[in-house]
């Protein structure tokens, strides 16, 4: 019988946990993982089973990026990538084009050479705006929400037509914090925060379609599909 190796990570304030299952089977297998940063870790993606970056908030909402090249068993800093700004979310298309994003005074940033050097593309001149959350819809449109606290709490979704090149906002029917961006199809995609919103049309509209999630606990973090 062939023998499958997965492995997994986990991800905290500067701790990482390893999982690995064999024949597609998981088992409770977790080592913690030096970090090197005692950091929380917002976000992660991993271009090959050892390859990976991961965004980190720091004191005084610092930002940084780490990266590995054995699989999650070491991490090390991105020179290149050290940001006074927090950041909360990665989002790649493939192995070179990827963003970053976070706020406060709201960014986007671009690397188009799997997350080395990062160029900024956008940036809201209000420190009341955060960006939480970033995804793809195809090679040309990605998506970009978060939230708005200038006078009322309302929705904030950026668009890009141009492999995120140049950012756009698009009308948000939802006066809240949205927290998570999941795309189920090249056109399909929704957003979550305290309501559920849906775009059918590359993100160029949305609509809400469930209220009131979570309302007594803030509202929903992430969003999963399968």
């Not at 995804?135 to 979704?157: E, M, P």
């Not at 998570?180 to 305290?194: H, P, Q």
């Not at 993100?203 to 929903?220: F, K, M, R, T």
């Amino acid at each position: 019988m062939n023998e499958q190796k997965i492995s997994g990570l986990c991800v905290g304030f500067g701790l990482l946990a390893l999982s690995i299952a064999f024949e597609g089977v998981a088992v409770s297998q977790w080592a913690l993982q030096n970090s090197g940063t005692t950091r929380r870790i917002t976000a992660m993606h991993f271009s090959s089973p050892q390859k990976g970056i991961a965004s980190t908030l720091g004191g005084g909402g610092l930002g940084r990026v780490m990266y590995t090249t054995d699989g999650g068993v070491s991490w090390s800093v991105n020179p290149n990538a050290q940001w006074l700004e927090a950041t909360y979310d990665i989002s790649f298309l493939n192995d070179s084009l990827g963003v970053i994003v976070g706020g406060a005074y709201a960014f986007i940033k671009r690397t188009t050479d799997g997350g080395n050097i990062w160029t900024e593309v956008y940036r809201d001149g209000s420190s009341l705006i955060s960006l939480n959350a970033a995804t793809w819809l195809n090679s040309a449109v990605a998506i970009v929400a978060g939230y708005d606290y200038t006078t009322t709490i309302k929705g904030v979704i950026l668009r890009s037509t141009d492999a995120g090149a140049t950012w756009a906002k698009v009308n948000s029917p939802y006066d809240g914090d949205l927290s998570d961006i999941v795309a189920v199809s090249d056109k399909l995609a929704f957003i979550v925060g305290r309501e559920l919103i849906k775009s059918t049309d590359l993100g160029a509209s949305w609509n809400i379609v469930s209220s009131n999630i979570y309302a007594n606990y803030g509202g929903a973090r992430k969003l999963f599909f399968y």
